[in-house]
């Protein structure tokens, strides 16, 4: 069955950089957009990030513009989300999902969602 496995999350400071991987198995990697989501306490979840199967086209929230990079190795499988200059209010559980065709920016357009990542920003 399909996997998507987030790891890279923690605790850092204001202004501090994390790297999070979505490892991906079950599916034909290639052959999907990834997006990378958050959900911040108390709040609905949102999209982050998202790149095309080729990783030749990336959008980005206007929130993380800037500040985030998305990226993808298809021969290993794997997303990744490199997050710099983190604020507190990146503070949310990171999720990576996975949808045939284009990157899209909600929620129910994705059909694979790995179990998240807690990413804590103290100030």
């Known amino acids: 069955q399909v996997q998507l496995v987030e790891s890279g999350g923690g605790l850092v400071q204001v202004g501090g950089s994390l790297r999070l991987s979505c490892a991906a198995s079950?599916?034909?990697?290639?052959?999907?957009?990834m997006g990378w989501f958050r959900r911040p306490p108390g709040k609905k979840r949102e999209f982050v990030a998202g790149?095309?199967?080729?990783?030749?086209?990336?959008s980005y929230s206007d929130s993380v513009k800037g500040r985030f990079t998305v990226s993808r190795d298809n021969a290993k499988n794997t997303v990744y989300l490199q997050m710099n200059s983190l604020k507190p209010e990146d503070t949310a559980v990171y999720y990576c999902?996975?949808?045939?065709?284009?990157?899209?920016?909600?929620?129910?357009?994705?059909?694979?969602w790995g179990q998240g990542t807690q990413v804590t920003v103290s100030s």
């Open positions: 999902a996975a949808r045939q065709g284009i990157v899209v920016f909600t929620t129910s357009g994705y059909s694979y």
């Open positions: 079950g599916l034909k990697f290639s052959n999907y957009a």
């Open positions: 790149i095309r199967w080729s990783g030749g086209s990336t």
